[in-house]
């Protein structure tokens, strides 16, 4: 209880940008809520319409949580770290399925590639999670066509996969 009280405390300092001292109570709960929304994977805009605030400071919150020192003090858990894009990239495919928005095609292969840096592994699994994903569509013939997909990635999404991709030294 005292390590979470503890955690909690640290991570309000991040996110408010105060000395640990200058924690208040209100900052507290609203670090408390943050940390355990994130950890339980709820929304941006479920946190937001919980703290009462804007959906780009509920994510901007959930990001500074993702990269808060206090978070990586659980060594246990520390493994946890490398996989983090794994989410993201692939809710980020799965908008542009739905929606066809070239940006989102876009920030998957960004979120791809920061997989990919970060964790060889994990970029890894994602890439034949992704794979598995391209099959089970042309199985269903719901793939986008390919003219489309090549329009939609343009310079800049080679760019970010070649990166992804990118040999690094052993």
């Given at each position: 209880?005292?390590?979470?009280?503890?955690?909690?405390?640290?991570t309000a300092?991040?996110?408010?940008?105060?000395?640990?001292?200058?924690?208040?109570?209100?900052?507290?709960?609203?670090?408390?809520?943050?940390?355990?929304a994130?950890?339980?994977?709820?929304?941006?805009?479920?946190?937001?319409?919980?703290l009462?605030?804007?959906?780009?400071?509920?994510f901007?919150?959930?990001?500074?949580?993702?990269?808060?020192?206090?978070?990586?003090?659980?060594?246990?858990?520390?493994?946890?770290?490398?996989?983090?894009?794994?989410?993201?990239?692939l809710?980020?495919?799965?908008a542009?399925?739905?929606?066809?928005?070239?940006?989102?095609?876009?920030?998957a292969?960004?979120?791809?590639?920061?997989?990919?840096?970060?964790?060889?592994?994990?970029?890894?699994?994602l890439?034949?999670?992704?794979?598995?994903?391209?099959?089970?569509?042309?199985?269903?013939?719901?793939?986008?066509?390919v003219?489309?997909l090549?329009?939609?990635?343009?310079?800049?999404?080679?760019?970010?996969?070649?990166?992804?991709?990118e040999?690094?030294?052993?």
């Amino acid at each position: 209880a005292v390590r979470t009280a503890i955690l909690i405390i640290l991570t309000a300092a991040v996110i408010f940008g105060v000395p640990q001292a200058e924690v208040t109570a209100d900052m507290r709960a609203r670090a408390k809520t943050i940390n355990f929304a994130t950890i339980y994977g709820q929304g941006p805009f479920a946190l937001a319409r919980q703290l009462g605030i804007s959906t780009a400071g509920a994510f901007a919150a959930g990001v500074i949580f993702a990269f808060a020192p206090p978070r990586f003090t659980r060594l246990a858990q520390l493994h946890l770290a490398t996989v983090q894009w794994i989410p993201f990239c692939l809710a980020f495919v799965h908008a542009y399925l739905q929606r066809g928005r070239r940006r989102d095609l876009l920030l998957a292969l960004a979120f791809f590639t920061l997989q990919s840096v970060t964790s060889g592994h994990g970029g890894l699994f994602l890439f034949l999670s992704l794979l598995a994903l391209a099959l089970y569509l042309l199985a269903r013939r719901s793939v986008p066509p390919v003219r489309t997909l090549v329009r939609d990635v343009g310079v800049a999404g080679l760019l970010l996969f070649e990166l992804g991709l990118e040999k690094r030294p052993a």
